[in-house]
């Protein structure tokens, strides 16, 4: 079974466009993550979401927004979509909570979603 | 903020050579994390250091942490076709940080 699940895999879409990437882990993890891969192969972390609490990169445009409807569940909604936003977005989850004295990252990742906008 | 450096960003190697990819960071990491992605892939978790002057090992790749806690290294014995892939350090510099990550390397070894 696959632990962090994501689709599409592929989106390909026009600038102004309004799309979503939905993500699912089975893990029964506490926290869920998205990242942005860019086209030098950095990965950006975008937001962190653990029992309805929101950590936001503030570098991230507020056209990004995170719900997650469940613990299982974040996904990522995309408004007004723009050429530099083309890029492989990542979904992770991990156990335990950000703040937790010593915590562990090992974040599970899923296959990432390529987003192409035109 | 934290800045993570990898080197080298590429690699080319031949099958059964050995091989090590570094990662730097300004400050002193509360923790280090290798990750491996392969071509169009997610992110597989590799090894997670925390203490200075730890080594882990998996298989045929062992990764250390320096005393300081500001460096790692990633070693790869007798590198075979299935290691080739993008090598990511990630790290943060406390508990509840979200992870920083470097450049990557790219890993291509040669039959």
């Known amino acids: 079974d696959t632990a962090v699940s994501q689709t599409p895999k592929y989106l390909v879409t026009q600038m102004g466009n309004d799309k979503s990437i939905k993500c699912e882990q089975n893990?029964?993890?506490?926290?869920m993550y998205w990242y942005k891969q860019d086209s030098k192969k950095f990965l950006k972390i975008m937001f962190s979401?653990?029992?309805?609490?929101?950590?936001i990169n503030e570098t991230v445009p507020n056209r990004f927004s995170p719900k997650s409807p469940d613990k299982a569940h974040l996904n990522l909604h995309i408004n007004s979509l723009e050429l530099g936003d083309s890029a492989v977005y990542f979904c992770?989850?991990?156990?335990?909570?950000?703040?937790?004295?010593?915590?562990?990252?090992?974040?599970?990742f899923g296959p990432g979603t390529r987003l192409t906008v035109t | 903020s934290q800045e993570l450096e990898q080197s080298p960003q590429s690699l080319i190697v031949q099958e059964g050579k050995n091989l090590t990819i570094n990662c730097t960071s300004s400050k002193t990491l509360y923790g280090l994390y290798w990750y491996k992605q392969k071509y169009g892939e997610g992110l597989i978790f590799l090894m997670m250091?925390?203490?200075?002057?730890e080594e882990k090992s998996h298989e045929k790749i062992t990764a250390k942490l320096d005393e300081k806690k500001q460096q790692s290294s990633l070693h790869i014995t007798a590198s075979q076709p299935s290691h080739a892939g993008i090598y990511l350090c990630?790290?943060?510099?406390?508990?509840?940080?979200?992870?920083?990550f470097g450049g990557g390397t790219r890993l291509m070894v040669k039959p």
């Open positions: 250091l925390q203490k200075g002057g």
């Open positions: 893990l029964g993890h506490d926290t």
């Open positions: 990630g790290a943060d510099e406390k508990a509840g940080n979200m992870l920083t």
């Open positions: 992770a989850s991990s156990r335990k909570r950000p703040g937790l004295a010593g915590s562990s990252y090992e974040q599970y």
């Open positions: 979401y653990n029992n309805k609490e929101l950590i």
